[in-house]
């Protein structure tokens, strides 16, 4: 177990190799933030951490105090805390229209984060299915990757972070996009020669491609 945190660092309990953990990571360093981030488990955590989470999960974030556990909520939380660069447009229909597709990247049911995970831990029958599933959505929106430098917009956002962590690992999950995929390639290639996103592996991860 970790001793309990300092109250006054910003700190990240994360995954060393889990999508999610990946994603926030991500967020923090382009943001620059000042922060203290530990790869663990989940029973490595301080059990003061542990105690205000009740899904006992990963990542968790510490701050001012309080625990934070949703990746949504965790995203947003350090977008409003660090305003610079915004990752979430100001506009109120821009910002939901973000918030509708980090839903459905990430938490939906059959979501793409989903069709990762049962692609490395399901039967193979099921991972078969998955990557099939996977594969297709990925060409099918191919459009969108190339209308802008990020995903249907000029500057990065959450979103783009979401996306990041995933595509990273399609080679781990023996997904290859071939020539229909070029776009998304692209844009993929875009996100992974940023410095923040550089800073944010952790060793495992920089394996994986």
């Known amino acids: 177990m970790l001793r309990k945190p ?10 060393p190799h889990e999508i999610e953990s990946h994603v926030v990571r991500f967020i923090m360093a382009e943001k620059s933030i000042e922060r203290n981030v530990f790869n663990l488990k989940v029973d490595e955590m301080p059990e003061e951490i542990l105690e205000l989470n009740p899904c006992q999960s990963l990542p968790t974030l510490f701050d001012r105090g309080i625990v934070l556990y949703d990746l949504s ?11 610079f660069p915004p ?26 984060f989903e069709l990762a995970d049962t692609i490395e831990t ?3 029958k099921q991972a078969d299915e998955a990557r099939k599933i996977l594969k297709s959505n990925l060409i099918e929106l191919v459009p969108l990757f190339a209308y802008k430098p990020f995903f249907k917009s000029d ?3 959450v979103v783009d972070a979401c996306l990041a962590a995933l595509l990273w ?3 781990r999950l023996d997904i290859d996009l071939g020539a229909p995929g070029k776009a998304v390639n692209d844009y993929a290639k875009r ?6 996103f550089k800073e944010c592996m952790t060793d495992c991860e920089k394996e994986y491609n």
């Open 6 to 15: 300092n109250p006054s660092s910003t700190t990240l309990y994360s995954s």
């Open 73 to 83: 909520v965790i995203m947003e939380y350090l977008d409003e805390r660090f305003p």
């Open 87 to 112: 990752l979430l447009p100001v506009d109120p229909i821009e910002k939901s229209e973000k918030r509708l597709m980090v839903f459905r990247f990430t938490r939906s049911e059959g979501c793409w």
């Open 122 to 124: 399901g039967s193979k």
């Open 155 to 157: 500057e990065m956002t």
């Open 169 to 171: 690992r399609l080679k």
């Open 191 to 196: 996100l992974f020669a940023r410095d923040s």
